[in-house]
């Protein structure tokens, strides 16, 4: 029984949201909790771009763009400093997070057969195992039978905010105003596109972290998923 509920992704916590919302870091530490696997789909896409850009890509052509996203060879191994991502064999943890990436990435999820290629990738993964995956369309596309949907969302100021943090902990300095500009067109950007949008699902529990510690949203996904995949 178990087993036929992975194959057919209700296994699955689905985590979706804006950019910055702290989705991959509380549901890497919440599938540690649960026992599941992450999956960190934000991740494809970078390494998807950082790809493009370093074979040359016009940014611009959405078909090759598609053949490059296609060819690459990924993978996300867990270990206990995090999860590390293989691109085309070569650790690229880091460089996937790189301002130049998260500008250009808006270039790539915006491609209907860029995506078609990477959600059939996510929803192998999450089929084969119980999973905790995180991104945009995650309760609405990838995994529509997941039990457990959620979506977490936080002010725009607090996203920023947390990102900027998060990118100055790395030695990298951010210009807050750019940051924010950039962010808010990369939501704009996500909620209009044609392909997958970002939205709740229907079924998704709101989430609004902007007054919650990391600690207490890790306790309410954990406690929302053990409660709605034991039903």
């Known amino acids: 029984m178990t087993q036929n509920r992975v194959q057919d992704g209700t296994q699955v916590v689905a985590i979706d949201g804006p950019a910055g919302a702290g989705k991959s870091s509380v549901a890497r530490a919440a599938a540690q909790v649960l026992g599941f696997s992450f999956l960190d789909t934000g991740a494809m896409y970078r390494a998807a771009t950082l790809r493009a850009m370093r074979q040359g890509v016009p940014l611009d052509d959405s078909e090759a763009l598609a053949r490059c996203t296609a060819a690459m060879t990924y993978e996300q191994q867990e270990s206990d400093g995090g999860t590390r991502i293989l691109l085309d064999g070569e650790d690229v943890s880091e460089s996937i997070r790189s301002p ?15 995506r078609q290629h990477l959600v059939a990738l996510q929803r192998d993964f999450g089929l084969r195992q119980p999973t905790v995956a995180e991104g945009r369309d995650m309760g609405t596309v990838v995994f529509p039978r997941s039990r457990c949907k959620i979506y977490m969302d936080a002010s725009l100021e607090c996203r920023v905010m947390r990102r900027a943090l998060e990118m100055e902990a790395k030695g990298l300095a951010v210009d ?7 962010m808010k067109a990369r939501d704009d950007s996500n909620i209009a596109r044609k392909e997958s949008p970002l939205r709740p699902a229907e079924d998704a529990v709101l989430l609004d972290t902007t007054a919650m510690t990391k600690e207490q949203v890790i306790d309410t996904i954990v406690n929302l998923a053990r409660e709605r995949l034991a039903q």
């Open 100 to 114: 130049e990436v998260t500008r250009n990435i808006q270039h790539l999820d915006q491609i209907a057969a860029v």
């Open 176 to 182: 807050r105003d750019l940051l924010l500009q950039e």
